[in-house]
């Protein structure tokens, strides 16, 4: 997998320091069919980082 960054050099995904996930259980939550709030409380974020890895708003250089 390569290291990608942004414009500007900032840091996107799992290389950003503050990342709670990784590019597996971003690949995880978009393969999974359960409720958003059961992912949510699995990988320790908020139910709205579920709904955003899911439309794509967030971890959109994740391919699956």
Do not use: M, N
Not at 29 to 53: C, F, H, M, N
């Amino acid at each position: 997998v390569a290291k990608r960054r942004q414009r500007a050099g900032r840091l996107v995904g799992e290389l950003h320091g503050r990342a709670i996930l990784d590019e597996a259980a971003v690949r995880d939550i978009r393969a999974s069919d359960e409720p958003k709030s059961v992912l949510a409380t699995r990988y320790g974020v908020a139910r709205q980082t579920v709904q955003s890895i899911l439309s794509g708003r967030s971890w959109g250089h994740v391919l699956d």
